[in-house]
């Protein structure tokens, strides 16, 4: 086993151990937490949006492009 196995399943079993105490845990205090789960849950997704409004808010427009617009084709050209 390479050492990129072991850290897979390392973060396997660390996630399947999680998973076991969430469930205890859930069982055992079930809406505190829900609710720090749904806070959680929430709040991360308005940290995103909130991160790409900065973004948005604070990125400088792009440069304008500088298009040169091409001769039109002579009859010549269009013949052949």
Do not use: C, H, R
Not at 20 to 35: E, F, G
Request: glycine share 6%; hydrophobic share 55%; charged share 10%.
């Amino acid at each position: 086993m390479n050492k990129d196995q072991a850290i897979g399943a390392i973060i396997l079993l660390v996630s399947l151990a999680g998973i076991a105490v969430y469930a205890w845990v859930l069982y055992a205090y079930s809406i505190v937490v829900l609710q720090v789960t749904a806070f959680i849950a929430v709040a991360g997704i308005l940290a995103i949006s909130g991160w790409i409004g900065w973004t948005m808010a604070t990125t400088p427009p792009p440069a304008p492009l500088d298009i040169e617009p091409t001769p039109p084709e002579t009859e010549a050209a269009k013949s052949s």
